[in-house]
Nanobody, 121 residues
Framework: QVQLVESGGGFVQAGGSLRLSCAAS????????MGWYRQAPGKQRELVAV???????VYADSVKGRFTISRDNAKNTMYLQMNNLKPEDPATYYC???????????????WGQGTQVTVSS
């Protein structure tokens, strides 16, 4: 029915930048909140940033001033601009979205497959 696909992860040096993308496709009527989460080896998954349908945003303290979340509602796509990457940032980054599905009009949570971010010093 619905699929979220992340892209844009990769290998960068400390202080570098990456932009992650999350594209939603399938039987979508509308998308409410969208967010980015990350999980490092041996640690719990944690929230990075959230953006509402109207553009309001919330950031984790660890990424404030460095990361920017945005969305293009016409394209059902969300972005995470990551600047000044630090040694604590490497992780698998996951896209999450709350979506109203066509036909049934039910609200469901969806997760992407994850994209790996690696930072070298």
């Amino acid at each position: 029915q619905v699929q979220l696909v992340e892209s844009g992860g990769g290998f960068v040096q400390a202080g570098g930048s990456l932009r992650l993308s999350c594209a939603a496709s399938g039987s979508i009527l509308s998308i409410n909140d969208m967010g980015w989460y990350r999980q490092a080896p041996g640690k719990q998954r944690e929230l990075v940033a959230v953006i509402g349908s109207g553009g309001s945003t919330v950031y984790a303290d660890s990424v404030k001033g460095r990361f920017t979340i945005s969305r293009d509602n016409a394209k059902n796509t969300m972005y995470l601009q990551m600047n000044n990457l630090k040694p604590e940032d490497p992780a698998t980054y996951y896209c999450n979205a709350t979506i109203i599905v066509l036909v049934s009009y039910r609200t469901k949570q969806y997760w992407g497959q994850g994209t790996q971010v690696t930072v070298s010093s």
